[in-house]
């Protein structure tokens, strides 16, 4: 695999880094991180705020600039993802390509920089989102006492980015019954539908890094955080 190379940009999580890592220990996106080892660069997500988006991007985009004769990948997740379309812009802005672009539920809710389109300096994209708005999720809605959002943990109706692409770009897109977090691979306990949910979306992902030829398989970890 040494002639890869991956970026890869984590969801919002807690300010504390010590937190941060136990939460999303088993997230895709740090899976993705062990497997490549030395062939990847992980970015811990934002804090809640949401903040610091185009500095994450800019450190993915660098990484990639910098490793010469290889196929270029990023990966993100909710407000990675939207950064890692970010990353994938600035790389097109002085003229380097990106292989493969996979995308965890991405959302954008920051004002760091549009991640709408994919650029069509990217080859490949495959993106996993929320069934948005699915009957099945509304009793969840506000399942978490003292959650000031209201709809933690499942997100409902938390909208998405990167709903378009640029001319060229081949895209393979597909819809979850699940919570944003299982998205991530991070589900939620009370959530019915998160096992599934995170096995069905590994499932997916593997046949994107197979077809980038990585050589990696996601496995989901069942859902252990509580309400």
Not at 218 to 223: A, I, M
Request: proline share 4%.
């Amino acid at each position: 695999m040494s002639g890869v190379a991956m970026a890869i940009i984590d969801g919002t999580g807690a300010w504390s880094n010590d937190s941060y890592a136990s939460s999303m220990r088993e997230s895709f996106c740090k899976q993705l991180d062990r497997l490549l080892g030395p062939n990847s660069l992980y970015e811990r997500g934002p804090s809640g705020d949401g903040y610091r988006i185009r500095e994450r991007s800019a450190r993915a985009a660098d990484f990639l600039s910098h490793q010469r004769g290889k196929r270029l990948m990023l990966a993100g997740y909710s407000r990675g993802g939207s950064a890692a379309v970010i990353a994938a812009s600035m790389l097109g802005n002085v003229g380097v390509g990106v292989d493969f672009l996979f995308l965890f539920d991405p959302v954008a809710r920051h004002l760091s920089g549009s991640s709408d389109v994919v650029p069509g300096n990217v080859g490949e994209v495959w993106i996993a989102r929320r069934r948005i708005g699915a009957p099945e999720m509304d009793r969840y809605d506000y399942s978490l006492l003292g959650d000031p959002a209201g709809h933690n943990p499942v997100r409902n109706w938390f909208g998405t980015t990167a709903t378009d692409v640029a001319s060229g770009v081949r895209v393979t897109a597909e819809d979850f019954l699940g919570s944003h977090g299982a998205l991530g691979g991070v589900g939620w306990k009370h959530v019915r539908e998160d096992s599934q949910c995170q096995m069905q979306v590994a499932d997916y992902m593997n046949r994107g890094l197979t077809r980038a030829g990585l050589g990696v398989m996601l496995v989901p970890v069942p859902p252990n955080t509580e309400s």
